[in-house]
């Protein structure tokens, strides 16, 4: 076996997790396959397996890490901006299309309820980050709730609309959405 420094182990673990956070986007926990997350990160199934016990393991990394760039964003807005800036940023037609980089809730929330404990415990706490970073702009925590529950329905629905085609009614729910959550008074 060839060694190799901690920093490359590093860089090799990063790869294999956003390997799969965009697989485990793209095709649910049951189309995360380990040897298609190393492949994708440019690495042997057994390298993975030197840095993750299994499948679980990965996925619960990735589901961690795909939380991150969310709540960067979030932390990013100040408190005083309320939360019109996240509610546009998730309701755009970019985020609608190319999911794999965007939000976890929006991704995995339907089928939360299928991951194994490991995974299931990684987006639940992802959540509680998200929905308190959420309720700092907001100044409430059911307002946040309501919000991201609007937002991760909202950008769902959306996504089937394109998916069957309909761009046009994908462009126009996302609008009817966003419209209606910025109408609201924000805090």
């Given at each position: 076996m060839?060694?190799?420094?901690?920093?490359?182990?590093?860089?090799n673990r990063?790869a294999l997790?956003?390997?799969?956070d965009r697989?485990?986007?793209?095709?649910g926990?049951?189309?995360?396959k380990t040897a298609?997350?190393?492949?994708?990160a440019g690495?042997?199934?057994?390298a993975?397996f030197r840095h993750?016990p299994g499948?679980?393991?990965l996925?619960?990394a990735?589901v961690?890490?795909?939380?991150?760039?969310?709540?960067?964003?979030?932390?990013?807005?100040?408190?005083?901006?309320?939360p019109?800036?996240?509610i546009?940023?998730?309701?755009a037609?970019?985020?609608?299309?190319?999911?794999?980089?965007?939000c976890p809730v929006?991704?995995?929330?339907?089928?939360a309820?299928?991951?194994?404990?490991?995974v299931?415990?990684?987006f639940?706490e992802?959540l509680?980050?998200?929905?308190?970073?959420?309720?700092?702009l907001?100044?409430?925590?059911g307002?946040a709730?309501?919000?991201l529950s609007a937002?991760?329905?909202?950008?769902?629905?959306a996504?089937?609309?394109?998916a069957a085609g309909d761009r046009a009614?994908?462009?126009?729910h996302?609008?009817?959405?966003?419209?209606g959550?910025?109408?609201l008074?924000?805090?």
């Amino acid at each position: 076996m060839v060694k190799i420094s901690k920093e490359a182990a590093a860089r090799n673990r990063e790869a294999l997790v956003a390997a799969a956070d965009r697989l485990l986007r793209e095709n649910g926990y049951e189309g995360l396959k380990t040897a298609a997350a190393a492949r994708a990160a440019g690495l042997t199934e057994g390298a993975l397996f030197r840095h993750f016990p299994g499948k679980e393991a990965l996925a619960a990394a990735a589901v961690e890490a795909g939380f991150a760039p969310v709540l960067a964003l979030l932390d990013d807005i100040p408190e005083e901006a309320g939360p019109a800036a996240y509610i546009a940023a998730y309701l755009a037609p970019d985020h609608r299309d190319h999911f794999p980089w965007g939000c976890p809730v929006g991704a995995l929330g339907a089928e939360a309820h299928r991951l194994p404990a490991p995974v299931a415990a990684a987006f639940a706490e992802g959540l509680e980050r998200n929905m308190s970073a959420l309720a700092r702009l907001t100044g409430d925590r059911g307002r946040a709730a309501q919000i991201l529950s609007a937002l991760a329905g909202g950008i769902a629905i959306a996504r089937a609309l394109r998916a069957a085609g309909d761009r046009a009614g994908a462009d126009a729910h996302l609008a009817t959405v966003r419209d209606g959550l910025l109408a609201l008074p924000q805090a």
